[in-house]
Nanobody, 123 residues
Framework: VQLQAFGGGLVQAGGSLRLSCDSSGRTYSIRVMGWFRQAPGKEREFIAGISRSGSITYGIDSVKGRFTISRDNAKNTVNLQMNSLKPGDTAIYYC?????????????????WGQGTLVTVSS
């Protein structure tokens, strides 16, 4: 399985971005897709995950109500709509996927990773 994330960029505080992640290869094996982010000097943190059936788990309290994860099973894509962005949201954002039937919260619970896309929020 190969993942490719795109949609990052530079945005002013209060703005919005929509990240997308395309998957290819043995996509039939993917059950869970998710998004993580990693800021400089910090650990990679779980933002949100979504199962094939549409169950969603959000990980970071600070993004709840501002970020929305969605998935298109037909296109094998996962999206992250980010609104009301803050400078603290600046990070490299990674999409991830796995064949596990549950939404993992830790990076080591995902076997497939995209290359990351940089999101920079200016104040």
């Amino acid at each position: 399985v190969q993942l490719q994330a795109f949609g990052g960029g530079l945005v002013q505080a209060g703005g919005s971005l929509r990240l997308s992640c395309d998957s290819s290869g043995r996509t039939y094996s993917i059950r869970v897709m998710g998004w993580f982010r990693q800021a400089p000097g910090k650990e990679r943190e779980f933002i949100a995950g979504i199962s094939r059936s549409g169950s969603i788990t959000y990980g970071i309290d600070s993004v709840k109500g501002r970020f929305t994860i969605s998935r298109d099973n037909a296109k094998n894509t996962v999206n992250l709509q980010m609104n009301s962005l803050k400078p603290g949201d600046t990070a490299i954002y990674y999409c991830a996927a796995d064949a596990r039937p549950w939404i993992g919260l830790a990076p080591n619970e995902y076997n497939y990773w995209g290359q990351g896309t940089l999101v920079t929020v200016s104040s």
